[in-house]
């Protein structure tokens, strides 16, 4: 079962289109984090999300956290090749579980 | 360089073979996570660490896999009599909880991560 499921899986787009990925759960969470991943590295950390509601920007990526915290969605316009790669929501789960998402693998085309 | 720090960054193994992996966390950090990774997965939680305690393990880290964290420093991650299953990226991660009004704020940071491969 996972806790933390990412749609879509795959998306492949044109450089300058607007995509949208969503990171859903049953559970609540505290905070939530986005990573972006690229081939043969560690995930880096994109941001955080506490509040239930909250929006936050970074740059042309817009990462909104849902009200009840069990769900958070990201947003990137203009997409550019740069983008390309595997975007992971995670959080932290139960008491010392800090999980991820299944992760959103991106492919942006010049 | 204060960031997570994993060696070595690449591993090749004959089948059979224990293999050792290390990460030096954020100083400042008290809690350590490893995780085993396949292409084009998200990360699979492996064991959690805080301070030199292993507080969780997953039901990922057979009896052939073990990890330390002795006096709460740097960890070790080995895996023993290795299989081909067991090729993957192997990462390493620390973070500091915060506690804020609203709830406790978790933040990991990764280290660049050990590649295994079993041949």
């Known amino acids: 079962t996972q806790l933390l499921e990412q749609s879509p899986q795959f998306l492949s787009i044109q450089e300058g289109e607007n995509l949208t990925v969503y990171c859903n759960s049953s559970?609540?969470?505290?905070?939530l984090q986005w990573y972006r991943q690229e081939p043969g590295e560690g995930p880096v950390l994109l941001v955080t999300?506490?509040?239930?509601?909250e929006v936050k920007k970074l740059k042309r990526l817009t990462f909104q956290f849902g009200d009840a915290r069990k769900d958070s969605s990201l947003h990137i316009t203009a997409a550019q090749p740069g983008d390309t790669g595997l975007y992971l929501c995670?959080?932290?789960?139960?008491?010392?579980?800090?999980?991820f998402g299944t992760g959103t693998r991106l492919k942006v085309l010049a | 360089d204060t960031g997570v720090s994993q060696n070595p960054r690449h591993k090749i193994t004959k089948r059979g073979q224990n293999v050792t992996f290390r990460c030096d966390p954020i100083s400042e950090h008290n809690r350590l996570y490893w995780y085993r990774q396949t292409l084009g997965q998200g990360p699979e939680f492996l064991t959690y660490?805080?301070?030199?305690?292993?507080?969780?393990k997953s039901r990922l880290l057979s009896d052939r896999f073990s990890a330390e964290r002795p006096k709460g420093s740097f960890s070790t991650l080995e895996i023993q009599r290795t299989e081909q299953g067991d090729s993957a990226m192997y990462l390493c991660?620390?973070?500091?909880?915060?506690?804020?009004?609203?709830?406790?704020?978790?933040?990991?940071?990764f280290g660049q991560g050990t590649r295994l491969t079993v041949v």
């Open positions: 660490f805080q301070n030199e305690a292993q507080l969780e």
């Open positions: 991660a620390s973070s500091l909880r915060v506690a804020l009004g609203t709830g406790d704020k978790t933040e990991a940071f």
């Open positions: 559970s609540v969470f505290s905070s």
């Open positions: 995670a959080g932290e789960w139960g008491t010392y579980k800090y999980i």
């Open positions: 999300v506490v509040t239930g509601g």
